[in-house]
Nanobody, 116 residues
């Protein structure tokens, strides 16, 4: 069983930055794709950014140029660097691990609030 634990959320002013981290247990991290999703109040969950096991990345149009996803296989950790944050980025951010056998694991999420 894989467990994912996110950290790094909090309250930040518009224009500020945060870095989210997600640590995975087990030994399948390096062969799995990772992604960050978010869900704002009253809205559906959406993909923010993804990274494959060979470091190919993709981003939602709304965060391109502002957010960067990266991974450290030695630490079983995926990161989301968020810059130039906007109030509309406010959401619960959750980490997703997708095993090559198409099994998905989810973290519980971390709240990001962008407000002055």
């Amino acid at each position: 069983q894989v467990q994912l634990v996110e950290s790094g959320g909090g309250l930040v002013q518009p224009g500020g930055s945060l870095r989210l981290s997600c640590v995975a247990s087990g030994n399948i991290f390096s062969i799995s794709a990772m992604a960050w999703y978010r869900q704002a109040p009253g809205k559906q969950r959406e993909l923010v950014a993804g990274i494959t096991n060979d470091d190919k990345t993709n981003y939602a149009d709304s965060v391109k140029g502002r957010f960067t996803i990266s991974r450290d296989n030695a630490k079983n950790t995926v990161y989301l660097q968020m810059n130039s944050l906007k109030p509309e980025d406010t959401a619960v951010y959750s980490c997703n691990l997708k095993h090559p056998w198409d099994i998905n694991y989810w973290g519980k999420g971390t709240l990001v609030t962008v407000s002055s």
